[in-house]
């Protein structure tokens, strides 16, 4: 899919999002020739650009330390992508130079069970039914900032007497820097050489420095309310603009 506007819709309507990579073979470290993917299920929309997350479980390692971080690929116009390692703030950008052939692969395995903008008491009714069933869950809420923060669902709850429910999604840290795009365009302004060239080595290609992590859990109920990370300790609440609660498709 081409039309960048058509993917992010998509993503919005529930589909899954991953990532395809065939690595440049001629960087001794990405030899032999191969293909490589994450799944994205942590996604962050800012006006038409998307930024997809894999969990944070994957291994980096020599002899002397392992790192646990995530990898973030975007449909971002400079072809730009990052792990990020939350524990200790550190982010290192890399281009998408480095492959052969990169493209997103979106899937239509999600179904919307739930939407704010439509009024219809059934809806939580069918909630009560999908968790009965062993359903999984994921949330695209728009915030007050505009931003779209898709997440998965931790823990999905119906409250049989009010028939109404709330929905707490995983914790997850990602780099802050991708809620800004003013941050992000003075960086690609900055290290616009970087970005543009293909790297010789994977030292070369690699862009390194810390961030501090935007910490996303969230805990939203059906009345247009919710709580996250941040408003725990300042003991207050947030109005969504939007939001829309999916499950996987049987």
Known sequence: MNNNGDLVQ???????????????????????????????PHIIIVGNVFWGMSRTVHVSHSREEFGISHFCYTSHPNGLFYSYTPGVKGITFMSTKRYKRHEFIVKDDWTLIWDS???????????????????????????????????????????????????KTEYFQYAFIIRSPKDIDELIEVHKTFFNTKPESNKDGTLIGKCEPFTAFYNLVDNGGYYNYYDITRGSNQKYKRLRVFCDKE
């Not at 999002?17 to 994205?40: A, I, K, Q, R, W």
């Not at 909630?127 to 505009?146: S, V």
């Not at 923060?149 to 929905?167: A, K, T």
Request: with cysteine; proline share 6%.
């Open 10 to 40: 998509k993503l919005i309507d529930g589909y899954s999002l991953h990532t395809c990579m065939v690595p440049d073979d001629s960087m001794p470290t990405n030899s032999p020739l191969h293909c490589e993917g994450f799944y994205l």
């Open 117 to 167: 903008e439509i009024e219809q008491e059934s809806q939580n009714h069918r909630i009560d039914r999908l968790i009965e069933r062993g359903a999984r869950f994921k949330i695209a809420m728009l915030d007050e900032e505009n931003i779209w923060n898709i997440h998965p669902v931790d823990l999905p709850m119906y409250h049989r007497d009010e028939g109404s429910f709330s929905i």
